[in-house]
């Protein structure tokens, strides 16, 4: 199958039972490990990177790369840019043929905030790509988003209504207690807050900073309402530490460093598919 956009992923996992895993990458390898983790598993991913790689790597030959590597598989793939805060990024990701992309102008005051969204929405609609945006600040640090802890916010149920409904944005990522990076303690949801969320809004939630978040939480997060959940810090750890492990292992080849960590990428995302889409099935036998 070749790349759809989240809400057609979105309707494939939840014919088949499950929430979307969105995992970012920093490297090719790390493309190509996510993509063989999806078609073992047999459910959809998102792939996705932030502005950074894509500047570094150039969004047109991700996708193209992504493009071939997923043609013939049984699984769809989306390929989505990771908060952008400006235009240039979306821009060049729509003119490349990426599936989806994300807007976060949550820095910007709410009536601003909707105005820009709403104008990417347009643009991207038009060409059938799917908008995700995000209301309330996630803190933490990943790639070039930085949110310090004092000026983090958690995301308004009745203003989350009001911003879908005049920007028809496709999913919206929420501010509930998850951070960027790794956390300092026992990551705390505010699952409260989130089930507001899922009463007020009618499209599927995102939930970012998910590593290191326990099983049991993000099961719980999927019952309200989440429908994909991003996973960048599992994946960067991962890498690094079978890159240590391949250096220092004697007359190391470099082929061997990258195949190490490429399998354990590998590894790390085939092991939160399967969280992710038993959450979705034991909620349905709750029911
Ligand atoms: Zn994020």
Known sequence: MSLVNLTEAFKYAENTGGAIG???????????AIAIASEEAEFPVVIQAQWPFLKHAGPLRVA??????????????????DHSKNWEPVMECLRAGFTSVMID?????FAENI????????????????????????????????VNEADATFTDP???????????????????GTVHGAYKGEPLLDFERLGKIND?????????????????????????????VNFSTDLKDAWILSMKKAVSTPGF?????VKMSQDQIRQVVNSKIDILRKAFKEELNAN
């Open 22 to 32: 969105a995992f970012n990458v920093s490297s090719w390898e790390m493309i190509a």
């Open 158 to 176: 009745d203003e989350a209504a009001t911003f879908i409904q005049k920007t028809g944005i496709d999913a919206l990522a929420v501010s509930v």
């Open 253 to 257: 080849e470099p082929l061997d460093c």
């Open 64 to 81: 193209q790369y992504v493009s071939d590597i997923t043609k013939g598989a049984k699984i769809p793939t989306v390929l989505q840019l």
């Open 105 to 109: 102008a949550s820095h910007l005051p």
């Open 115 to 146: 105005k820009v969204v709403a104008e990417v929405v347009k643009v991207a609609h038009a060409m059938g790509v799917t908008v995700e945006s995000e209301l309330g600040k996630v803190a933490g640090r990943e790639d070039d988003v930085v």
């Open 200 to 228: 007020k809004v009618n499209i599927p939630l995102v939930l970012h900073g998910a590593s290191g978040v326990p099983e049991n939480a993000l099961q719980r997060a999927i019952g309200l309402g989440v429908l994909k």
